[in-house]
């Protein structure tokens, strides 16, 4: 979309648009990495890197820690922050993170996940971190960069390794980089100071407050999920108060039902509504939490007697069909009116990930990033929301209806 919305500015004939790259970083790093070794790199499963870490551990007889600690520690610090050394584990900064370990802790621990780098290694497999890191390396000694500017959406999602490989790969120099994001859509990324990284953003930033895109009753709405004010670890804030849309729309429709049939023929008849209306099925999208409810959404799009859509990663057109995904799959995408459904209580938050959490700190992180998936997916619509679960439902639909009292 941003690509195809490039080209409308500048117009298709100037020489300009060509020398533009629109992608995301890890299809910039893919290609560069390509670029400098000669093969694509190949990226461990989540369930490769689960099976070496319950592995290592087993091998270096920790087995007190539990797996689940193991698996946030390497993901969210050691990998994160590609930590190659014991003497680095013992002072990296552990922000966000609960559990205060002691030096003589992170030696215990330093041979577990030594072991898993080197099993990664032996299997020809690595982890995009990894990748990033290495073309960090490379990319910090060269004097020629591959790009002079760099704009990079949805910034809030960023990591370590992301951050550090986007300032490699541009010139040094004032304007050089250019971030826009939403704190509020933070939904892939434990925060992390972009300042001891050297990307210093104080004192010149500023906050957007005219929105264009979604109606004034879905934004406020939505806006409830949130809190008023917003910090990051550097202590920059975002008052999302104040901010006005430049159109009304109807109020949200919040449903709660008593099984899931009883909800997937509401949202069918709420999808047959809005045709009728005139909506095209292009312009109407069906959003579930995980991949496991999307038969849901499948399944009420086929009640108002459309074929559904499916989204994924690829770059596909939908057609004159109603698409479905998963939240994640929602960002970035606009529709005239979106259906959030299966929204029931073990489900968002999402239970697999409220399970695995390894400390307080990190659950607290889990339930807001569930909450800024479903703001995420509520602001794709522009002028309709409906919004439903199975009862009792989650507990963020109740902050989704107007403020009590």
Known sequence: MLERKLKVLPGQDLPIVPRITVTAFHGVAEELYQLATGRRPHIATPELIRSIIGKAAEANGVTEIPLRFLISEWTNVIDAWQIDSEAAYASVPRLGRKNRMSVKQRARLWPVFQAIRESLAQRGVTTWPQVLRKLTTLYMGKASKPFTHIVVDEAQDLGVAELRFLAAIAPKGPDSLF???????????????WLTLGVDVRGRSQMLKVNYRTSHQIREAADRLLPQVLRDVDGLEERRTGTVSVFNGPDPVIGRFESPDAEIAAVGEWVAAALSDGFAPSEIG???????????????V??????????????????????????????????KAVAVMACDDDVLPLQGRVAAVAD???????????RQLLYVACTRARDRLLVSGVVPASEFLDDLGPPKG
């Open 286 to 300: 069906v959003f579930v939490r995980d991949r496991v409810q999307l038969d849901r959404a499948r399944a009420a």
């Open 360 to 370: 307080e700190v990190e659950l607290d992180d889990v339930y807001e990033t569930e």
């Open 179 to 193: 971030f826009a994001g939403d704190l509020g859509q933070r939904i892939f990324q434990q925060p992390f100071s």
């Open 302 to 335: 086929k009640a108002a007697g459309q074929t559904p859509f499916v989204l994924s990663e690829r770059d596909e057109e939908s057609g004159n069909r109603v698409s479905i995904g998963t939240m994640h799959l929602a960002k970035g995408l606009e529709f």
